[in-house]
């Protein structure tokens, strides 16, 4: 694999809708940096499943994966709580997570040339998509401010959706997510913790900030 040198490579970690989507944008326009919100891939592919349910096998993910680019990330279908489900059911599965593995490592370690380097979001990117991250960090709120958030986001983009809906995939999601056996959800010894829970997006965004300029100063 093509590893560019001297780049900036930041990994995040986090359960879903915890805020670290939104923060990872901020810190990437900031610094610079190819921002890949790594779960679109698994929502993409839990699409292609529900599009294509009779083609839907390796070799079929594979063709997809081998054409896919991050503007296949803005598909606004990908955006529903069902899709979200479905792709941590995929998640599971280590052939596909396998195939979307090269897909994100090449753009951690091989950004196009115009940026600083990388940020990436998901679930095992600390510790299995980008180990040697220079910044890692693991961002959390509680779950009802997770739902929240989430149940607000979806109301916003039209979904007909109750809270308490929400509440209960948001759940099943962190089960699925932190239990699974293959690259599940769990901060890693060296991430840095930030709970969003009572933050404003300002405040998080200057938290993160506050700690890599302090570093790269060093
Ligand atoms: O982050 P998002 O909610 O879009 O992710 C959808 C699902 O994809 C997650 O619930 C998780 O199961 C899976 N995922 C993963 N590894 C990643 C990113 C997402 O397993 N790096």
Redesign the pocket.
Same mark, same amino acid.
């Given at each position: 694999m093509i590893k560019r040198k001297n780049i900036l490579k930041i990994a995040i970690?986090?359960? %879903?809708?915890a805020g &670290?989507?939104t923060l990872a944008k901020a810190i990437s326009k900031y610094y610079n940096l190819i921002y890949v919100?790594?779960?679109?891939?698994?929502?993409l592919i839990?699409l292609y499943k529900i599009m294509f349910p009779k083609k839907f096998n390796l070799k079929f993910i594979k063709k997809k994966i081998n054409k896919l680019t991050l503007k296949d990330f803005n598909n606004k279908k990908?955006l529903s709580d069902e899709?979200?489900?479905e %792709?941590?059911?995929? &998640?599971?599965n280590k052939s596909i997570?396998k195939l979307?593995h090269t897909f994100?490592t090449k753009l951690a370690y091989n950004p196009p040339k115009k940026y600083n380097g990388s940020c990436?979001?998901?679930?095992?990117?600390t510790y299995?998509?980008v180990p040697d991250a220079d910044f890692k960090f693991f961002i959390t709120a509680n779950t009802k401010t997770r739902a929240m958030r989430r149940y607000k986001e979806l109301r916003n983009l039209k979904k007909s959706i109750s809270y308490n809906d929400v509440l209960k995939s948001i759940k099943n999601?962190d089960k699925?997510?932190y239990n699974?056996k293959i690259?599940p959800?769990k901060k890693t010894k060296d991430s840095i913790l930030i709970n969003t829970t009572k933050l404003s997006k300002r405040a998080c965004f200057l938290k993160i900030k506050k700690i890599i300029d302090r570093e790269m100063q060093n």
């Open positions: 970690d986090s359960p %879903a809708a &670290a989507g919100d790594t779960g679109k891939a698994y929502r839990a990908l899709i979200g489900t %792709a941590s059911l995929i &998640a599971k997570r979307i994100q990436l979001d998901g679930r095992d990117i299995k998509i999601r699925n997510d699974r690259s959800l």
